[in-house]
């Protein structure tokens, strides 16, 4: 009865892995004909504002029959129209090629996207620089500098403008520079101006930086725990789940299973003798520990098949990782720009505090024992055993080469970005 059952929820599984492979099948097999429909209603989109607001003429940047913020309205959603249709032509193309009877009913749908990309060629390129010089323009008017125009000073920087603090040396000290520099911009005309712009870059800055790092630590988890449980974990179960294939990984984990059984029978053994039970004969006993193996060895099995799914799981979660990480460079910028004021903006004491506090817990002399708690919890999630000559010899190389590089980092940049914070961190030490 138990081996039909189990035969029955094997067929189950395996007609339910069929049917997700048949529909993945088919959904990949109608990607051409999904994406280009999708193009071509962004298309539609798009044709429908010229008809309906522009005479079926091309939106314009800038007209004198309508205001600015009227345009723009519809300047971004034709943006934002133009993105989908090249990301869905790229998916068509690449889709299509995979195919081995491709058809070309799709030629009047292809005709009108192209018509559409060919009318607004370039034309971010073309809202951007007027957004730029409308931006110039209005600096210009400043009732104080109607003579000399500020245009360079008042452009909005873009992200890669911002020096790195590794570079912001010369030869007066930092305060002496930046209080000359404060006392310079407080007596510009434009300082009020000025300060109102950099706040926003700042803040614009920060909000970038902050979501990429959010996107940066949700999507990689999210993508490992979204992939392991519909997709890896039902597969290894199915591939894994004959009686020939062994249960345990390695032998720790075997280890663990007889600890848990001898266990088991010392409890009941302790709890007959306490209580004084001469009613549980031998037969019953050895039916507990019967029922207990077979707990013990569903329970391992799941752990094999969970370790194997880590695996793949983990692997796919770097390959988001790093396609987040190649896919927004801007981010990226933003991240560093953001250190780079932090690291520069606190004091030399907290700098201190912090390198003192970071190298104690990474290199320090008790951090041999935390290295021990992630390598063996490492090797336990990917279902690896745990060596311990090959952990003890990590934990004598890698902190030695880390310590060394924060060594050279205050030797090459931090002397650079405060000598004063160098001089604290070696009285701290002392």
Request: hydrophobic share 40%; with cysteine; proline share 4%.
């Amino acid at each position: 009865m138990k081996n039909y059952v189990n035969a029955s929820r094997s067929d189950k599984l395996v007609n339910k892995i069929n049917n997700v492979l048949y529909e993945s099948s088919q959904w990949l097999f109608n990607t051409p004909e999904r994406a280009l429909d999708q193009a071509y209603q962004m298309a539609l989109k798009i044709k429908d504002i010229e008809l309906k607001h522009f005479g079926g003429d091309k939106v314009p940047i800038q007209s004198s029959e309508y205001s600015q913020n009227f345009l723009e309205c519809f300047q971004i959603d034709v943006e934002k129209y133009l993105n989908t249709i090249k990301i869905r032509i790229a998916e068509f193309k690449t889709s299509r090629f995979f195919q081995k009877n491709p058809n070309y009913a799709f030629l009047e749908k292809l005709k009108l996207i192209d018509e559409v990309l060919t009318k607004y060629n370039n034309w971010d390129v073309e809202i951007s620089t007027f957004k730029a010089t409308d931006s110039t323009q209005k600096s210009v008017v400043s009732p104080i500098e109607n003579q000399q125009p500020r245009s360079k000073k008042l452009s909005q920087p873009s992200l890669k403008d911002v020096t790195p603090v590794t570079k912001k040396t010369g030869v007066l000290p930092r305060s002496i520079g930046r209080t000359i520099q404060k006392i310079t911009n407080d007596m510009s005309p434009s300082s009020e101006e000025d300060l109102v712009r950099n706040y926003q870059v700042s803040r614009q800055t920060t909000r970038l930086a902050i979501n990429f790092l959010l996107l940066l630590i949700v999507t990689p988890l999210l993508t490992q725990a979204v992939s392991k449980q519909f997709l890896i974990l039902p597969l290894v179960e199915h591939y894994r789940g004959s009686e020939s294939t062994p249960i345990f990984l390695n032998h720790e984990m075997k280890e663990e299973a007889l600890e848990e059984l001898q266990f088991f029978e010392e409890e009941i053994k302790f709890e007959r003798l306490l209580k004084n039970s001469p009613h549980i004969t031998a037969e019953l006993v050895e039916e507990k520990v019967l029922a207990k193996v077979n707990e013990i060895a569903e329970e391992f099995k799941h752990k094999s098949n969970s370790a194997v799914a880590n695996v793949f799981a983990d692997l796919i979660g770097l390959v988001a990782f790093a396609g987040v990480v190649v896919t927004n460079k801007r981010g990226i910028a933003a991240i560093k720009n953001l250190l780079n004021e932090i690291v520069y903006g606190l004091s030399d004491s907290a700098k201190a505090f912090i390198i003192i506090l970071v190298t104690d817990i990474f290199v320090g002399f008790h951090s041999q024992h935390g290295w021990e708690v992630i390598l063996e919890s490492t090797a336990s999630h990917l279902g690896i055993p745990a060596d311990r000559n090959a952990i003890f010899l990590f934990i004598a190389t890698f902190p030695v080469l880390l310590d060394t590089i924060v060594k050279y980092w205050i030797f090459r940049y931090l002397n650079q970005v405060s000598p004063s914070a160098v001089a604290t961190l070696k009285n701290m030490n002392e």
